[in-house]
Every structure is written in C-alpha cells, then in structure tokens.
C-alpha cells in the first residue's frame, strides 16, 4: 500500500446536546485512492468530515498529508483538503462564480495570473467554462454542484472530499457529476447513500453505523453483500440488485 | 423560484455601462448632492440636471417602462408627504372645499412646495436608479471597496445580495407547505401562532446556513479579509466622466446660490 495520505485513529466526537456521534474511528486512505464512505443516516459520516477538517474538535489523531491536526495545523489541514459541502448555496457565497473559484487561490495569497489561470482551469475540469461572470443563484443545481466542485478543485487540494456530491440531481446532472469524478486525479474521499456512484466511481467502501466502522474492503466486495448491506440500513446498489 | 434582480439592466454593453463603477458611483452622488443643494421652490437649476440624468438615460438604453416603474415602487413616502403640503404651508388660498363642516384650503406655496418636494425626490432616486441600472452589483462593491467604505459594511452587503434570494426562497417553500395544509384558510388565532412559527423556523434555518458558509469559507482557509480579483484602473474617460458631473453640480449649486442669493 502507498503512502497513506489520511489517517484517523480511534476519533472520537460527542455533540454537546447530544448523542455520541464517532466512537473510535479508524482507518487510512492512500494516495490516489478513491474512498467510498457510505452508512444509514446519523452513522457520523458528515461528522467525521466535519472533524478531519477541524470544525468539530474530535478526539483521537488525524493526519493530512503530513499535518497532524490540531489547532495550530488546522489551516494546513485545510489547505490541502477540499471539502465539498452538501448544499452548494453554502459553498458559492460570492455574487460571481468566477469570484467565489477565486476565493481559495486568492486566500491562498496567489499572484492574479495565476489565481486567473487557476479559475479558468478549475472551471473548465467541470465544464463550465464561460461562467465566470454568472450569478450562482441563476445556475441550475447541477451547474451549482459543479461550480461547488471548481471552487476547492481551483485550490488543488491533496484530497477531495465530498457530501453527497450527487443529492438533488437529475440522471442527467448526476451522470455528468460520476464522468467528472472519474476523470480527476487524485484522493477523493465520497460520502453519501449513492451506492451506485460509489461503486461507479471508488475502488474502496468504507461503511459506517452509529459512529464506528463496521466495513470495509474493495467496493465491489462490500457493496454486493447484500446481508452487511440490510443489516445497516443500506441496500444493494440496483445496478447489482437487477442482476440479481 | 426567480426573483426580479436589482440590477435588471445592468449587464448592458453600452458606453454608459462600461464606464468605471467607481466614477459612476462618484457621479450619481454628486447630482444627487446638487439636487438637495439647490435651493426650495428653486426650479430652473433642476433642469440641466434632468437633461444630463436623461441623456445618460437615453446612453444607457434602459427602458421608460421598466424606469416608470421602478420609480413607482419606491415613491410612496415621498408621495405621502408631498400630498399633505398645499394644506399645511401657509400662503395665498387657491381653493377650498368642505368635508363634513371643516373647510380645507389649499394655498399657492403649498403647491410649490408639494412640486418642488417631488421633483427633487424624482432626481434623485432617477440618479441611483440610473446608476443601479448600469452597474453590476458586484462592481459596485468593488467601487465602494475602492472609495474606502468599511470593509464589513462591503461584506455584508456581498452577503445580503447573495442570500437575499435563496433565503426568500425558503421563505416562500415555507408558507407553501403551510398552505398546502391549511388552504389559506383557518381560525385567526391559529393563522397567526403558525406565522410565528415560520419566522422562528426561518431565524433558525438562517442561523444554521450561516455556519455552514462560515465552514465553506474557512475550508478554503478564510481569515476575515475577502480578497478578490485585482479591478482594472480608471481610463481616462472614466476620470473625465466623474469630474465633468461633479464640476456641473458644482456649477449648478454656484449658479443657484448667485441667481437666487
């Protein structure tokens, strides 16, 4: 196995008001690996990428990239993740897509050539080239989800991860979305209940029930287990249920 | 669920809307400034300032209907207040008429008054409208960015433009599901504890979309300055534009103040 770019252990995390939401996670991503992270609803799948990029402060180790996060590494962490949120109204917050790509590189304190370039190429990988000076609130879902997309692909992050990348759309935006992730290089970590867009796009599943994990293994492995699956709220993708 | 955008007109590619954001956000304050300088019942100096506002009008292609309207919607207050003038000023009685035994007279100045009230209101909100109408709401924060408005002021006007709409969409998602169960119809008490409820659902859906904003901004490693891209600078046209109109108001305020004295 190469050189593991994401490693949790034992994380842990508790909600203030409420129930204990990881109970010692554990497991290692490598790089250029694609994860699937899938598991029934409150199984801690948001939470848990909620505390790799530091939002939530969990217990155990997690390491990015070489940083151990902790509140002076947090930036890096961050840096070098790119995490797509589930509601893209959330993630383009500028009153232009082209500024809100701009937004990471610029952050980043990149000259404005090459946040220029940046934008150009992080839009065109998503196929939207042309939108820089389009409003989000007049994009169609897919358009935003992509545009959602560009903004952490502009800052070239070692690992995307992503929240139920295919939520709200149609067959047409959803295919779309899996030829796009298929395409980009590098660690994608994909979180949701898609299992045929996991199995689609990512070689490895992890599934997770009430806060630990309680699978994990080749995608096609443990995606086709149809017991495991039932017994924690998921099912068999229908692309292998239909052939029975 | 689309809403009429403020900036309906404003992606233009007239002459007009391709001036800098920042000249012309200079110019319409100073032809707003000249207009509430001029002095009352004054009318004469208004007119140059009505002929420039309309041949930028005319420059700008925007149309009198959509103008018309505009103007409409915001002129209420003005309005409101200008009605009540030929009763209230004193002066000269031009008519009078009684309703229920009181007699109510109308006089001369209060007239003028009343004229000279909306005309200046007109000028000026023509003037923003104007500037509204041919300049991005985006440039225009870069302008205010540029004439050193505060920074948290320009960020939070960024904010609100953006999620004005989306959270006026979920405003209106709201009260459709309330409708679709109630029918519109139901016991005022009840009508009005669930409006409560939809405000209360709404702070707290508006509380939450916050911090998650706040995460997306902070995963791409925000730390309280929003950066954006370099603007181009002001050509020499722009420059000429901006003084020419603050020069002209200047004037127009000069002439008044010796016509007049």
């Not at chain 1, 970590?189 to 309680?214: E, F, P, Y």
């Not at chain 2, 391709?18 to 004469?44: C, E, N, Q, S, W």
């Not at chain 2, 508006?206 to 309280?224: L, N």
């Not at chain 2, 004037?251 to 016509?259: G, N, P, S, V, Y």
């Amino acid at each position: 196995m190469a050189e593991p770019i994401l490693e949790l252990a034992d994380v842990r995390y508790h909600y203030p008001t409420g129930p204990e939401a990881l109970r010692g996670v554990t497991f290692s991503v490598a790089a250029g690996e694609r994860v699937g992270l899938v598991g029934p609803n409150g199984a801690g799948k948001s939470t848990l990428l909620l505390a790799i990029a530091g939002f939530v402060q969990a217990a155990g180790t997690i390491r990015l990239a070489g940083h151990t996060l902790s509140r002076r590494t947090v930036r890096d962490v961050r840096r070098h993740l790119g995490l797509v949120f589930q509601d893209p109204d959330d993630q383009l917050f500028m009153p232009r897509v082209g500024d809100d790509v701009a937004f990471g590189p610029a952050t980043m304190g990149l000259a404005a050539e090459e946040v220029h370039r940046r934008v150009h190429e992080a839009l065109a990988a998503v196929q939207l080239e042309g939108f820089e000076e389009r409003a989000p609130y007049h994009l169609s879902v897919g358009e935003k989800r992509r545009a959602a997309l560009a903004t952490v692909l502009a800052m070239r992050p070692q690992v995307l991860a992503m929240d139920e990348p295919s939520a709200n759309l149609d067959p047409r935006g959803r295919r779309r979305l899996i030829g796009l992730l298929k395409g980009l290089p590098g660690t994608i970590l994909v979180v949701g209940h898609d299992l045929d867009l996991i199995l689609d796009v990512c070689g490895r599943t992890v599934v997770m029930d009430s806060g630990r994990v309680v699978a994990d293994g080749p995608a096609a492995e443990v995606l086709c287990d149809r017991r495991l699956m039932e017994s924690h709220g998921l099912e068999l993708p229908l692309s292998l249920a239909a052939r029975g | 669920m689309h809403h009429v955008m403020l900036d309906h007109f404003a992606s233009g590619r007239t002459p007009v809307h391709r001036l800098d954001p920042a000249a012309k956000l200079v110019a319409a304050m100073a032809v707003i400034l000249a207009t509430v300088l001029v002095g009352r019942d004054h009318f004469l100096p208004l007119v140059p300032l009505a002929v420039a506002l309309a041949a930028y009008h005319a420059l700008g292609r925007i149309p009198l209907g959509y103008a018309a309207k505009r103007l409409l919607m915001v002129s209420p207050l003005a309005v409101a207040v200008a009605i009540l003038f030929p009763f209230l000023e004193p002066g000269a009685a031009i008519g009078s008429f009684s309703v229920g035994g009181w007699v109510i007279q109308v006089t001369d100045a209060g007239c003028v008054r009343a004229a000279d009230l909306l005309a200046k209101f007109f000028l000026s909100a023509w003037a923003a409208l104007l500037l509204v109408s041919t300049t991005r709401f985006q440039d225009l924060l870069q302008a205010f960015q540029r004439l050193r408005v505060p920074r948290l002021l320009v960020t939070q006007l960024a904010f609100m433009y953006r999620y004005l709409w989306v959270l006026s969409d979920e405003m209106m998602r709201l009260r459709m599901a309330r409708a679709a169960r109630d029918g519109g119809a139901g016991p005022w008490r009840l009508r009005f504890h669930s409006r409560t409820g939809l405000v209360g659902v709404l702070f707290l859906r508006t509380y939450d979309r916050a911090e998650r904003i706040y995460w997306a901004m902070a995963a791409r490693g925000f730390d309280g300055t929003v950066r954006s891209a370099a603007t181009a600078p002001m050509r020499l046209a722009d420059w000429l534009f901006a003084a020419a109109v603050v020069a002209g108001g200047a004037a127009i305020c000069l002439w008044d103040r010796l016509t007049y004295g």
